[in-house]
């Protein structure tokens, strides 16, 4: 089976652009989440969306930034009137639903490096 | 949320095993203990999850004292290929997003 996508694996953008990156989850995670990685840093958590629930945005840095998930599934995060300081590894994550008793980890694409000049 | 503390840094050999350290003080009744490994330009993966005294799978083992304020992942015989920054993660499963803290992790390097 397919694992996390992400698209694009690579985007340069000029500053003050808007930027849409886009994360297919494995096929029936309920949960999913973006996470933000600097050159050398560990994760930065952004957003979670699980379920039908309420998204978790705490983490995202700005109100530059924002995050959908349609119909339970495809995830697109968006980041307005980009900033140098926004350049990184964006990562999505995926993991199965909660509850069954058993380990869930979470499921990685390999990330989208945003490259803003 | 349990803090972890890891090495940045570890060098070792082919053909040995690494016995790689996370210090977790403040972990809770509900946490589980999860590591990661990732290489460049790639997303994290997992290796390893346990809750209590020894995990082993094809790939590793992890070893968490009788206090749970410790664990050790273990790498057995790690060949060139295993060179990665390996993550040690604390939380309670069944509450995932921001529960789950990736600090800078271990940058292990295994050498020929």
């Known amino acids: 089976g397919a694992g996390v996508s992400q698209s694009p694996s690579n985007k340069v953008t000029e500053k003050g652009k808007d930027v849409e990156l886009r994360c297919d989850p494995i096929s029936g995670h309920t949960a999913l989440y973006w996470y933000r990685q600097s050159l050398g840093q560990g994760l930065e958590f952004l957003i979670y969306f699980q379920g039908n629930s309420a998204p978790d945005k705490s983490g995202l840095p700005s109100d530059r930034f924002s995050a959908e998930r349609t119909g339970g599934s495809v995830s697109t995060l968006t980041i307005q009137r980009t900033q140098q300081e926004d350049s990184a590894v964006y990562l999505c994550?995926?993991?199965?639903?909660?509850?069954?008793?058993?380990?869930?980890?979470?499921?990685f694409g390999d990330g989208t490096r945003l490259s803003i000049l | 949320l349990a803090k972890t503390t890891q090495p940045i840094s570890m060098d070792s050999y082919e053909g040995q095993e690494v016995n790689i350290t996370c210090s977790h003080n403040?972990?809770?009744?509900?946490?589980?203990i999860t590591w990661y490994q990732q290489f460049p330009s790639q997303g994290p993966r997992f290796i390893i999850q346990?809750?209590?005294t020894k995990v082993t799978n094809e790939v590793a083992s992890l070893f968490i004292p009788a206090d749970r304020k410790s664990s050790t992942l273990s790498l057995p015989r790690v060949s060139l290929s295993d060179t990665a920054v390996y993550y040690c993660l604390v939380g309670d499963i069944r509450y995932y997003g921001q529960n789950f803290v990736f600090g800078p992790g271990t940058r292990l390097s295994v050498l020929p």
């Open positions: 994550a995926s993991s199965p639903p909660s509850g069954t008793g058993d380990n869930q980890p979470q499921h």
């Open positions: 346990g809750y209590k």
């Open positions: 403040n972990i809770a009744t509900n946490d589980y």
